[in-house]
């Protein structure tokens, strides 16, 4: 009998998370061909965003547009979603390991009574068993889960696993527009969203990161690595000293405590390499530590290093890469 994959698509700033694309192609390896998959997306005037997704899924795409939905509420999110899941009778719920997705995974399992495998970075699958890895201890380890049974929950780490293709020839969605009812009560709502980072990256779906740590000395020394960062289209983060010591917000702040950034290229600027800020970015693809001293523990795990100092290192950088990508 066939199954029921729903994926949970996430909706930013009026675009598509990437993460949504991510997670489609994580339900591709894992389902089978007669399984059935459905995009839940929410938001308002999301219309071009469910154009976008029509050429990607072969499916069904319900559709709820409401201005109460414009912002993520946990409350009015999952009670909806809650309302979709009940028609839909999922085997697999996939979304991203994105704040909302964390947010929403749980209580999605719990309400479904069904197993959770949290922050996957790769999907495989043999004679027929699915195979879900995801990171222990900071990184430093790798875990290989598979269900048994039962209803599954799945998040995806964003920028893991590759980003479904579109497939405007074969892909036919069905576009399902469900009547938003708001739930009867509620104890939250969300009455205004202040924005931190100014950056147009998002910073966990940043594909190249520019980080600084205490070493960019002031909240000044981070002006470089935004110069960098927006020659390269990519996102400024940091080391919690440099968090803490107030050059820039908490918001950048990446490692244990901060968020987990999986780029193609990470360029640590300043930063000694301690172990809770490697927690956060040691999956990155490339690694670049710009550091004067050569015995840094940073120098341990970059795929290339440079000893010097940043704020002599950080503009010549940039003013190449203007050069080259002119
Ligand atoms: P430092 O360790 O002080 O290193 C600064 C580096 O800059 C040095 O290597 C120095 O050589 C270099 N430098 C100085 N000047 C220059 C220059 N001009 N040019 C080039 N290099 C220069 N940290 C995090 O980052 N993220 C977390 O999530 C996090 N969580 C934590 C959770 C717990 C429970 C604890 C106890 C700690 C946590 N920390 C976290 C803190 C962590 O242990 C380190 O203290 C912190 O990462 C150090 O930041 P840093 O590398 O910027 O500073």
């Given at each position: 009998?066939s ?23 994580s339900?591709r390896?894992a389902k089978?061909?007669?399984d ?7 938001g ?6 469910v ?14 547009d ?6 993520y509420?946990?409350?009015?999110y999952f ?38 495998i ?9 004679n027929?068993e699915?195979?879900?890895?995801r990171?222990l201890y900071?990184?430093?380890?790798f ?6 049974d ?9 920028n ?5 293709n579109?497939?405007t ?5 069905e576009i399902i ?17 202040i ?6 990256v998002d910073?966990?779906?940043a594909?190249i990161v ?5 070493g960019?000395?002031n909240?000044d020394?981070f002006?470089p ?6 020659v ?10 440099a ?13 244990q ?14 930063i ?6 490697v ?6 693809r ?7 001293d050569?015995?840094?523990p940073?120098?341990?795990?970059a ?13 010549l950088l940039?003013e ?7």
């Amino acid at each position: 009998m066939s199954k029921s994959y729903v994926i949970i698509a996430e909706v930013r700033d009026g675009k598509l998370r990437q993460v949504t694309l991510e997670a489609l192609e994580s339900v591709r390896i894992a389902k089978e061909d007669d399984d059935l998959i459905s995009v839940i997306v929410l938001g308002h005037q999301i219309s071009p965003i469910v154009e976008q997704l029509s050429q990607y899924v072969s499916g069904q795409i319900h559709v709820i547009d409401h201005v109460d939905l414009e912002t993520y509420n946990s409350e009015i999110y999952f009670t909806v979603i809650k309302g979709l899941l009940d028609n839909l009778n999922p085997h697999a719920v996939f979304l991203g390991h994105s704040a909302s997705g964390r947010d929403l995974a749980p209580m999605i399992a719990a309400y479904l009574n069904a197993g959770q495998i949290s922050d996957v970075i790769a999907i495989e699958k043999a004679n027929a068993e699915v195979i879900y890895t995801r990171p222990l201890y900071a990184g430093k380890a790798f875990e290989q889960k598979k269900f048994t049974d039962g209803p599954q929950v799945v998040t995806i780490r964003p920028n893991n696993i590759t980003a479904a293709n579109a497939d405007t020839a074969s892909s036919q969605a069905e576009i399902i527009t469900i009547y938003y009812s708001p739930p009867p009560s509620l104890r939250s709502i969300v009455k205004d969203v202040i924005r931190k980072t100014s950056g147009k990256v998002d910073l966990t779906e940043a594909k190249i990161v520019v980080s600084g740590g205490r070493g960019v000395k002031n909240s000044d020394g981070f002006k470089p690595l935004q110069e960098l960062a927006e020659v390269l289209n990519g996102a400024v983060g940091a080391s919690r000293a440099a968090c803490d010591a107030g050059y820039c917000d908490y918001a950048l702040q990446i490692g244990q405590t901060g968020k987990v950034v999986t780029p193609e290229i990470y360029i640590a600027c300043g930063i000694s390499g301690a172990i809770q800020h490697v927690a956060g970015m040691s999956q990155s693809r490339i690694i670049i530590a710009i550091n004067k001293d050569p015995e840094a523990p940073i120098f341990k795990i970059a795929d290339y290093g440079i000893v010097g100092d940043l704020f002599i290192v950080v503009p010549l950088l940039t003013e190449e890469f203007k050069k080259a990508l002119a």
